[in-house]
């Protein structure tokens, strides 16, 4: 199964169990996309009734109940490992 991706605003549903007892009520609302770690997609997310962020990886979320904002085209165009990274190497200067 093709993993979806999400952006910033779109509406999310965690898998039941993944916080245990700190299981969050209702949808959250993904406020940022994070750079991918350990193979995973990760992001900031703010769910109802909470005052704080919470980090979550890509595998919480239950992909059934939040149905993602990119269409098909979209998702098949984003590459699933990237080897890219988030630093631009050109950008960095160092002193001789």
């Known amino acids: 199964m093709a993993r979806r991706h999400y952006r910033a605003g779109d509406s999310i549903v965690l898998k039941q169990g ?3 007892s700190a299981q969050p009520l209702g949808p959250g609302s993904i ?3 994070l750079p991918a770690a350990q193979g995973f997609v ?3 997310v703010r769910f109802q009734n909470e005052n704080y ?4 990886r890509q ?3 239950d992909v059934l109940a939040s149905p993602s904002s990119f269409s098909p085209i979209e998702t098949q165009a984003i590459p699933e490992n990237s080897k ?3 630093i631009n190497s050109d950008a960095i ?3 001789r």
């Open 42 to 44: 990760h992001y900031r």
């Open 18 to 20: 993944i916080l245990g």
């Open 59 to 61: 595998d919480d979320i």
């Open 93 to 95: 200067r160092t002193k």
């Open 84 to 86: 890219s990274s988030w």
């Open 31 to 33: 406020l940022s996309v």
């Open 53 to 56: 962020e919470r980090s979550i």
